[in-house]
């Protein structure tokens, strides 16, 4: 069976950060198929751009533009958008998105599921996220069920839920990684700065937070 | 995009005076705020329906808002941009030091999206 892996993110540029290389990955050592699901359009981020090139109201519609851009960028082959709005996600029934993402999950038959690691992952709706795919999959039957990714980016994590088992080094492609990161042109992310900022406080790989896409296998607390 | 026009704004606002207006009204420090340094404080409210009376365009860059309506006061503090190219409502905006927006005052006869 081809390898079909399934990004499921709240925002546009969650999958940039978090899987651009992996993707990549996926894509050359295994021919996979890759699908993309944005649960939100980031309706409600603060930046307009620099000099802004959005409003409150426009956001939504560049945003949608810029993160079609990324994803061709990174070689994703489908985009699949479910409508929630930006900051939302975390007041809704888990159970309605999980029902929601199951039928997806069901009818793309992804192999491999990354998301957020539910209560590692700051944002609320990071978290709302990774909670209700886990819950998803939690409702498939054991054989049908994907590889599920998670990726964790609160500082402490690794205190709480140790090493992340799946460590991409995707250097071959770090160049393709930050022009998908620079499409998304309202959120006027500045790798280049973040980068000078880890080279002054010493680091020694000062790109190693875009280079290593890290990730916890999730394991189903309760065999069900 | 454009810098807040005091006279401006004040014309663009009276246009909205004895008319039945949704708001969006929103104030954010970041939801990454709790993360980085200490807590974060945010809100918005979106398609709340009043009746507006009368108000004013006040202070210099930022300027200040304050709408009378039918029931109460709408206020906004920090306003410095408004986006002129956008016509459907009156959109106002104040921006951080980092260009990042931090209160959100629009206006709009019709509910937005
Ligand atoms: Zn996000």
Redesign the interface.
């Known amino acids: 069976m081809t390898e079909n892996v399934m990004l499921i993110f709240p925002h546009p540029d969650d999958e940039t950060f978090s899987a651009a290389g992996t993707v990549q990955h996926y894509k050359r050592t295994k021919d996979a198929y890759v699908s993309a699901v944005s649960l939100t359009l980031g309706e409600m981020g603060r930046n307009f751009g620099m000099p802004p090139i959005a409003n409150r109201e426009t956001l939504p519609h560049i945003r949608k533009k810029e993160l079609e851009d990324a994803l061709s960028i990174m070689g994703v082959d489908q985009f699949i958008h479910l409508g929630y709005r930006d900051k939302t996600l975390e007041f809704e029934l888990t159970s309605t998105v999980a029902n929601h993402l199951l039928n997806v999950i069901v009818e793309h038959q992804p192999t491999t599921v990354i998301t957020f690691y539910p209560g590692h992952s700051i944002h609320p709706d990071h978290d709302a996220t990774g909670e209700a795919v886990v819950e998803a999959i939690k409702m498939m039957d054991h054989s049908k069920r994907p590889t599920l990714l998670t990726k964790a980016i609160t500082a402490d994590a690794e205190q709480h839920i140790g090493e992340p088992d799946v460590v991409f080094d995707i250097s071959p492609y770090l160049e393709m990684k930050k022009e998908a990161i620079r499409a998304h042109r309202s959120q006027a992310l500045e790798v280049d700065a973040i980068t000078k900022q880890k080279l002054k406080e010493g680091a020694t790989d000062p790109e190693a937070w875009i280079r290593y896409e890290t990730f916890w296998t999730y394991k189903q607390s309760e065999e069900v | 995009?454009i810098e807040i026009n005091k006279e401006e704004l004040q014309e663009n606002l009276s246009q909205y005076f004895n008319h039945e207006i949704y708001v969006?009204f929103?104030m954010?420090n970041?939801?990454?705020a709790a993360?980085r340094h200490g807590k974060a404080a945010s809100g918005?409210v979106r398609n709340a329906k009043a009746k507006l009376i009368e108000g004013k365009v006040t202070g210099d860059s930022p300027f200040r808002v304050g709408l009378k309506t039918s029931d109460g006061w709408l206020y906004a503090d920090g306003l410095t941009?408004s986006?002129h190219t956008?016509t459907?409502?009156l959109?106002m905006?104040g921006?951080d030091d980092d260009?990042?927006?931090?209160i959100?005052l629009?206006l709009s006869t019709t509910p937005?999206?």
């Open positions: 995009m969006h929103e954010t970041g939801a990454y993360y918005f941009h986006d956008f459907e409502a959109l905006y921006f260009g990042k927006m931090q959100a629009q937005f999206e």
